[in-house]
């Protein structure tokens, strides 16, 4: 009997400089989750960096594409394809301005907004309906460049807000996997 598959992918862009940027939450929150399943992403294929694990009936892939962000539908359509899995065994994991720093979203699925790792996604995939964990990193202050503050380091007083987010974004990503969708979104969206 074959076995559910489950892909977790979470967006960033590769490479020393973008590391640990507010664009990067998705490769922050993807740490955690090698922690959490005892991985490395350290297979090279498909454009990304992948580790499978596999618990019970369930196989489960961890990503991190290495397209730049605006690519990133490129190598989740690859995933998809190869390991033969419907959109509603994805979740992408990703920052969203739109969103207080720290705060986590959890949904079943919905548009791309203006982040376009995700436009990238929906525009490969043909669809928009995937679960998703949106990582708040608040707003770009009055007259910044957009570019500039995604592609910027937090500062420390916000260090920690942001490192409780990825923390509670990996849990909600291994919840989606244990319990489905209502159960990650009840439990990834309290305060």
Known sequence: MSKEIFILVGLGNPGEEY???R??????????????????L??????????EVTLGEKK???CRPQTFMNLS?????????W??????????????IDLPPGRV????NGGPGTHNGMRSIVENLGSQDFPRI?????DRPAGRDLADWVLGRCGEEERPMMNAAFEKAAAAAADWVENGIDHAMQMGNQK
């Open 19 to 21: 590391a640990h940027t």
């Open 23 to 40: 664009h990067n939450a998705g490769f922050d929150t993807m740490a955690l989750l090698e922690k959490h399943y005892g991985v490395t």
């Open 42 to 51: 350290g297979r090279k294929m498909l454009q990304g960096l992948l580790a």
């Open 60 to 62: 489960i892939v961890l």
């Open 73 to 81: 539908g490129e190598c989740v359509e690859k995933l998809l394809r």
């Open 83 to 96: 390991y033969h899995c419907q959109t509603d065994h994805l979740m992408v994991i990703y920052d969203d």
């Open 105 to 108: 979203r959890v949904r079943k």
């Open 134 to 138: 949106r990582v708040g990193v608040g």
